[in-house]
């Protein structure tokens, strides 16, 4: 059997006006590449400038990285740029949360080009908590926007007031992607919620990435 490939894409960070790094949150990344490793793919892990994907000190133990993730947390010192890749040489992908994802997973113009060609290939798409950011204004050949009429779930605006970072954001998530004329799914803050439509996954928040890797590799 061939090798299945997955490409996950990780954000390179943004320093925010409150002077904080918005980086990636370790556990969206980790957990899923454990789930994807397990099910037997390969992962390359992607970046829109390459280099270092800077890890949210929000999502660490005391300020460290768990043991068991020290190697994983290598990975993002050296990812691939965006310009590298393409979508071909994968069988599906998946974008990681963490506030970062807000400022440079959305509106890139290679990310939102390899999405057009995962979609347009019937090929899975997953993200979770603020990786959906990525989703947000992708217009596929028909000119529709990728969400539209899709059940999809992402970082809610109640947890972004929970987490008190409304007014650090570029926008807030959840009302982009009703904008854009997704069928917005939510839960409690806080609570495990996944939605597969179709072949397009997502997740709300770090208590769902489990669940939303199982979902992706179900759908893929």
Request: contains cysteine; hydrophobic residues 40%.
């Amino acid at each position: 059997m061939a090798e299945k490939h997955i490409l996950m894409v990780v954000t390179n960070g943004k320093e925010m006006d409150n002077g904080h790094v918005a980086g990636i949150w370790l556990s969206e990344f980790t957990e899923p590449y454990e789930e994807l490793i397990k099910a037997g793919y390969q992962v390359t892990v992607a970046s829109p400038k390459g280099g270092e994907s800077p890890i949210d000190e929000a999502s660490l133990e005391n300020g460290n990285i768990p043991e068991k993730w020290y190697e994983l947390a290598e990975l993002l010192k050296r990812t691939i740029p965006l310009t590298e890749l393409q979508s071909v040489h994968y069988d599906g992908i998946f974008m990681p949360g963490g506030h970062g994802a807000m400022f440079d997973l959305a509106d890139n113009q290679e990310l939102q080009q390899l999405l057009r060609d995962f979609a347009g290939a019937n090929k899975g798409i997953g993200a979770v908590c603020h990786g959906p950011a990525a989703l947000t204004g992708v217009l596929l050949e028909d000119g529709e926007f990728l969400v539209a009429n899709r059940k999809v779930t992402a970082f809610t605006n109640t947890e972004e007031e929970d987490v008190e970072l409304v007014n650090q954001m570029p926008f807030l998530l959840e009302t982009r992607l009703r904008k854009e004329g997704a069928i917005f799914v939510s839960k409690g803050n806080w609570e495990e919620n996944v939605y597969a439509d179709g072949k397009l996954v997502t997740g709300q928040n770090p208590q769902s990435s489990i669940e939303t890797a199982k979902q992706f590799i179900a759908a893929l």
